[in-house]
């Protein structure tokens, strides 16, 4: 809750019942005429004169309150309403052996690709607060990790345990296109996007890229593609009886398809060979399919200038009491 005034303007005019209350103050008090006024010098001590103050304090008080009354003292709230015609977004991750290769860095150290995808991912989801976002992983098979989804820490989460060959070591790319169509074809949303990243290409029989690329445009579904790792044979860590080592592997990433895949799905490809390219065109891909917001504002309040007023009608009762019994004045 926060405070404020309706007409906070009002308050010049305590500038005027502070000038009103010194010069009352000050003004010579009204005398009379007796005969032993030796007999009332006690009432000039600066106790019994600060006792006959007691209205005038009452009354000025009294409409300090009135005036900040007047000005209406709120408490409020604000409430958003955010209106979003929304994203639907499918993540479509290789979690294949290929994909511990060492060719990425991490503050500067060797990671492996999935590391590096995880960390960028992550930073995707967060930057698309409104959207929502399901995960699918692939390797020889293809299965949903999170469905379509508003819960971004559940999301991350899900994200943060992927692991290398928790879907097999081969790479099933038309299932994972399928499987992805499939979850964005349940709901209804301005907008669908499917974003694969794959490090080879399809090495399990069935389903093509392109044939489940064609499907997914029918559904208007719009489908891209990124290609990670380089041209040069990557390092992977290999187990040995004298320990893990590292040997050189190529990786043979189908950019061909990967292509054929995205002109299909109306989309684009990117291919990622270091960590800062695959986080540009996480960028790029987040500044092409912008969410519209619209957020409408609402203020609650609780009005406050009751208590002032009755306390400020209390303070004239009080004062208008003293002066009629115990601080009477004559004449």
């Given at each position: 809750m926060m405070f404020r005034l309706a007409y906070p303007w009002l308050l010049t005019l305590w500038g005027f019942i502070t000038g009103?209350?010194?010069?009352?103050?000050?003004?010579?008090?009204i005398g009379i005429t007796y005969s032993l006024a030796a007999r009332l010098s006690p009432?000039?001590?600066?106790?019994?004169?600060?006792?006959?103050?007691?209205?005038?304090?009452?009354r000025t008080g009294c409409l300090v309150l009135l005036v900040f009354a007047a000005a209406r003292p709120q408490l409020f709230n604000v409430s958003r309403e955010i209106q979003s015609p929304g994203v639907d977004i499918m993540l479509c991750l290789d979690t294949s052996g290929s994909m511990q290769a060492l060719d990425f860095t991490l503050d500067g150290k060797p990671v492996s690709r999935l590391t590096a995808v995880k960390k960028v991912v992550g930073d995707f989801i967060e930057k698309r607060e409104l959207d929502r976002i399901g995960l699918v992983v692939f390797g020889t098979q293809a299965f949903t990790q999170a469905p379509l989804t508003l819960d971004k820490g559940l999301l991350m989460d899900l994200v943060n345990r992927m692991s290398i060959g928790m879907a097999g070591d081969k790479t099933a790319i038309g299932s994972a296109i399928a499987i992805s169509g499939k979850r964005l074809k349940e709901l209804e949303a301005k907008s669908k996007i499917l974003i694969l990243l794959t490090d080879g290409r399809q090495t399990v029989d069935g389903l093509s890229p392109a044939e489940a690329a064609e499907a997914l445009r029918a559904l208007g579904i719009k489908i891209y593609t990124i290609g990670v790792g380089g041209t040069e044979p990557a390092p992977f860590p290999v187990k040995t009886p004298f320990g893990t080592k590292i040997m050189h592997q190529r990786v043979d990433l189908d950019e061909k398809t990967l292509t054929n895949v995205a002109e299909i799905g109306r989309g684009q490809y990117f291919r990622a060979a270091e960590t800062g390219r695959l986080q540009e065109i996480y960028d790029i891909i987040d500044q092409q399919e912008k969410t519209e917001v619209k957020v409408k504002e609402f203020l609650h309040f609780k009005e406050l200038y009751f208590w002032f007023l009755v306390t400020a009608i209390i303070l004239l009762l009080v004062e208008i009491a003293l002066r009629t019994t115990v601080l009477r004045t004559i004449p």
């Open positions: 009103w209350f010194v010069w009352r103050l000050k003004r010579k008090p009432l000039t001590s600066g106790a019994g004169q600060w006792v006959g103050k007691i209205p005038l304090i009452l």
